[in-house]
């Protein structure tokens, strides 16, 4: 059970939500939340029941100091409220990891608090490893299942059919209660896929501003992705197999003549990521 502590009035609002696990290559998704949260001065309100919902031998509990005083910290799923932000809309924001299991009971606890807090608007946000290169602005596709909401914000429906993730359960449920639902996925190259990719949350986090239609400060990742960059340049530099990977990558995705891939171009790298990743498990 959802446990709140104070949840502020809010008006029109919207939630953005992102979870770590299988969902977030390059922790570009989880990235954004945290940006967010701290851009904004976010603050927690609730917590899931570890207890529901996680195995923890896979997300074992940790031992922290909270004042000189050690404790147990559990990993769950927090929900933070940020109000007076700069695109004039109360956000409540899910940070959190993918459950193990009873994925239902999850999806529908975290629709009745969004209808507590009269969200209108539900954001999921994913990334995913493909085969793009990292000298290459971040492939971002977002979609929707509701016709008013690719209508009203000119995007398109996702084709994708296959596994899916706690994000892909959440967007549905937000659909069956009644909420605009919109996804936004990043692609992440999948030779980077050891390293957090702050280059692919800035890209997530410049198609939020053009969704939510107000300024989101994201220049303090600038000096990251430019990092981010050198390292994999050095990656290929040392590895003759790597440069011409790379290469092979940007030849590719120059001759499409698109900045970003459509949508189904996405929905097709991670089907071909899926496959991938069914041959190495």
Known sequence: MIEIDDLPELDNAVMIAAFEGWNDAGEAASGVIEHLAEAWGAEPVAALDPEDYYDFQVNRPRVVSDGGQRRISWRTTRVL??????????????QGVEPSFRWRSFAIELMELAQQADVTTVITLGALLADVAHTRPIQVSVTSDSEDT????????????????????LADAAVQVGLS??????????YAHHTPSPKATRA??????????????????DDDARAWERGLDALASEDAEVAEYV???????????????????????????????????
């Open 150 to 169: 690719r209508h009203r914000l000119d995007i398109e429906s996702s084709t994708y059919e296959g596994p899916t993730g706690i994000v892909g359960v």
């Open 247 to 281: 290469e092979s990558l940007e030849e590719a995705q120059d001759t499409a003549e698109l900045p970003e891939a459509s949508g189904d171009a996405i929905a097709k790298e991670f089907e071909r990521y899926l496959r991938r990743r069914g041959t190495t498990d």
């Open 81 to 94: 409220v940020a109000t007076d932000t700069p695109i004039g809309r109360d956000i409540v924001l899910v």
């Open 181 to 190: 639902s919109v996804s936004v996925w990043a692609a992440v190259p999948h």
């Open 204 to 221: 997530i986090l410049t198609r939020l501003e053009e969704l939510l239609d107000g300024p989101i400060e994201h220049s303090s990742l």
